[in-house]
């Protein structure tokens, strides 16, 4: 049991994220939503399932895409880590490391929002949109669908830049 709440807890925050190439501002020469990222778990809310203790999320631009990679420790204390490069085009890629999901898809909504849709065995299971500020300080994932045991989820979290 404790093991799958960790996989739903883990494959929830891990695949969670689409970043924006898009400049948050004139000032700014790293595209939007590009860099290293933290969890804030106190400002984040989770439905179903536990939050994880920590989350680092690393995002980097990828030819018209994305490439991201996680670091995280779950609830229950077992490390995790995720990995996906994905283009804004629809197409499932595959992701490594998510219990959750075995491939997604991105695609932009705005400069500053994107969706994300997550796949297991050809089943959409979960969709995730990330809407960076317009300060390019943080940013929101909501995730709705459901964890690796069939349950619902409708989580909210928030992500501090590092």
């Known amino acids: 049991m404790q093991a799958i709440l960790r996989n739903a807890i883990l494959g929830l925050a891990l695949a969670t994220f689409a970043a924006s190439t898009t400049s948050v501002s004139a000032q700014s020469k790293e595209p939007a939503g590009m860099g290293t990222w933290k969890l804030n778990v106190a400002k984040s809310k989770y439905s179903g399932a536990p939050a994880p203790k920590s989350l ?3 995002f980097e631009p990828a030819g018209k895409g994305v490439k991201l990679t996680t670091e995280g ?7 995790s880590a995720t990995e996906y490069t ?3 085009d629809g197409k499932d890629v595959p992701i490594k490391g998510s219990p959750a999901a ?7 909504i705005d400069a ?9 065995a050809g089943k959409v299971v979960q969709t995730l ?3 960076i500020a317009k300060d390019g300080k943080s940013f929101t ?5 459901t964890n690796p045991k069939g349950e619902p989820i409708n989580h909210l979290l928030v992500f501090e830049k590092q």
Do not use: N
């Open 73 to 79: 420790v779950s609830a229950d204390g077992k490390p």
């Open 112 to 120: 500053l929002t994107t969706e994300r849709t997550d796949k297991k």
């Open 56 to 58: 680092t999320v690393k």
């Open 141 to 145: 994932v909501t995730v709705k669908g």
């Open 129 to 131: 949109t990330r809407a």
């Open 86 to 88: 994905a283009d804004y």
């Open 102 to 108: 075995d491939m997604i898809s991105l695609r932009r």
